[in-house]
């Protein structure tokens, strides 16, 4: 089995490529990645020299690096996108590198699919497009409301697909998870970021009231999800992915507290919510559970052992940390 990962060096992809040579001996994985801020080949540094992985830096916006790339795979070839522009922060800031990656670099690898004759493209993409939901949870019919630049980068790229598969015959999958949390993940998003600022002593930056939910899901639980998807998934449906616990911000901050002893009287810093910030998100996962799919994590053994991996592997964020406090700044700055 040939397998181009785009978008393999960031948070989810790096977790792929582990998961995909632990499980599967005949298997040679490229990983195809521009290596953007969010980027890191040091995620992978414990498979870098196993002969079944390559690495190519290209742009999935680059049609002629992309034909080269996939050209490589043959026509019994599988591709996964996860590449895209993901922090809901920066597209308030800025959304056009969001629209370019996420929307027409996934057209670009469409085309690429299409010409050499890929056996399946599966395509990596969230439960934020479904919008906000004060109660119950959207399935796959539900109707697609982004509310923040990056969700509707996200929804234009789903629907780009789904044209491709009913107009060109293209044979993809899309899957649509909801946050995902673990090991590898970049400073910038809540638990990774709280993590690290309390690790250097540092605050909390939590938003408005702290109420937002969020479903929480470890990242190799998504992992096994999207390797069943890729392999049983019929063509040119949607399926959901959830970790089934959904947590305020605040609950999660509390855990996080805790667990390094620390009083959340003096580390939460309250600030100015983030625009159009949505409540709650929450996928039904019924699709996916019927292909036999459970998440094996419990959320509270996740977020401890994640707490834990950040604590061991200060050397992996501590560079990384300093650019995004930067970014961090001047965000909470804008805004205050
Ligand atoms: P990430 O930001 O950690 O990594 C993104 C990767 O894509 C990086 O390695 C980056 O260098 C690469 N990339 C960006 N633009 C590129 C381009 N033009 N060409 C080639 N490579 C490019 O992201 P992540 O959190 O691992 O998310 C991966 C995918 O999963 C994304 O599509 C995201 O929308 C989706 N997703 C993420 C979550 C989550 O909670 N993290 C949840 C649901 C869905
Ligand atoms: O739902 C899936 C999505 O989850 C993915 O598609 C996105 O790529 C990923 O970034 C994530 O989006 P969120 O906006 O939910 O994640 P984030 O970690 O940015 O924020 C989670 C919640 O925590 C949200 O309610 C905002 C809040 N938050 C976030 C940050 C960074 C804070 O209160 N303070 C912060 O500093």
Aim: hydrophobic share 35%; aromatic share 10%.
């Amino acid at each position: 089995m040939r397998l181009l990962v785009a978008g393999g060096a960031g948070f989810i992809g790096s977790n792929f490529i582990r998961y995909i040579l632990s499980n599967y001996s005949e298997v040679e994985v490229i990983n195809f990645d521009k290596l953007t801020y969010a980027g890191n080949l040091e995620n992978l540094t414990d498979i870098e020299h196993d002969p079944r992985y390559s690495f190519i830096k290209g742009d999935i916006c680059d049609p002629k690096a992309v034909e080269k790339a996939v050209s490589r795979l043959g026509a019994k070839g599988l591709i996964v996108n996860f590449a895209a522009e993901t922090h809901v922060d920066r597209s308030i800031v800025s959304a056009g590198s969001f629209i370019q990656t996420d929307v027409f670099g996934t057209m670009v690898l469409l085309e690429a699919v299409r010409k050499h004759k890929i056996a399946r493209y599966l395509h990596i993409s969230t439960d934020e497009v479904y919008g906000s939901v004060e109660r119950g949870s959207f399935n796959e019919r539900s109707g697609l409301e982004p509310n923040s630049p990056y969700a509707a980068s996200k929804a234009g790229g789903d629907l780009i697909v789904r044209s491709y598969c009913k107009t060109y015959g293209v044979p993809a999958v899309i899957t649509r998870s909801s946050n995902n949390y673990g090991p590898y993940q970049y400073p910038e998003k809540l638990i990774p970021l709280f993590i690290t600022n309390l690790l250097e002593k540092k605050k909390v930056p939590l938003y408005g009231d702290g109420k937002n939910v969020r479903d929480w899901l470890y990242v190799e639980d998504n992992c096994s999800a999207i390797d069943l998807v890729l392999r049983e998934g019929e063509i040119g449906e949607v399926y959901n992915i959830g970790g089934g616990n959904e947590r305020q911000n605040l609950e999660i901050t509390r855990i996080i507290l805790e667990t390094l002893d620390l009083d959340p009287k003096k580390w939460i810093e309250p600030v100015k919510d983030r625009p159009g910030h949505d409540r709650r998100y929450s996928v039904d996962c019924g699709k996916i559970k019927k292909l036999g799919w459970r998440p094996a994590k419990s959320f509270e053994d996740g977020l401890k052992e994640t707490i834990s991996w950040y604590r061991e592997n200060r050397s992996w964020w501590k560079n990384t940390k300093k650019k995004q406090s930067e970014f961090k700044m001047s965000w909470l700055e804008a805004r205050h």
